[in-house]
């Protein structure tokens, strides 16, 4: 691929797929071409296909979200040890400080 092409179409790095900022802003420019094409009153077959792919990255991205959010919750609630266990304290992770005054 030349290097003009490479500016131009860039690749995602990831083998995952696009990165969810990838995705937010596809989708944000695909509004702004979907805004377009119907103050130009372009062809049904255009405006939707766009819509279905605006629908696909939503769906897309709420998913990610969602999982994000229960992997977030899962973490929180895996650290605190479960809402009957109480945080330990980290007295036995450090050394104990200096008194104050003395230095």
């Known amino acids: 691929m030349p290097n003009y092409d490479e500016k131009a179409y860039r ?3 990831s083998k ?3 990165t969810l900022a ?3 802003s596809q989708l944000a420019r695909l509004k702004q071409d979907l805004e377009q094409f119907t103050s130009r ?3 049904g077959a255009i405006l939707g296909s766009l819509k279905e792919r605006i629908r ?3 769906g897309s991205i709420a998913r990610i979200e969602n999982a994000r959010a229960l992997d977030r919750e899962a973490r929180r609630t895996g650290e605190d040890g479960g809402p009957g266990n ?3 304290a980290t007295s036995s992770r450090f050394p ?3 008194t104050p005054g003395r230095g």
């Open 11 to 13: 690749m995602t790095r």
């Open 56 to 58: 696909d990255l939503e």
């Open 22 to 24: 990838e995705q937010k």
């Open 41 to 43: 009153q372009a062809g």
């Open 16 to 18: 995952d797929g696009p």
């Open 86 to 88: 109480p945080v330990r």
């Open 96 to 98: 104990p400080r200096g």
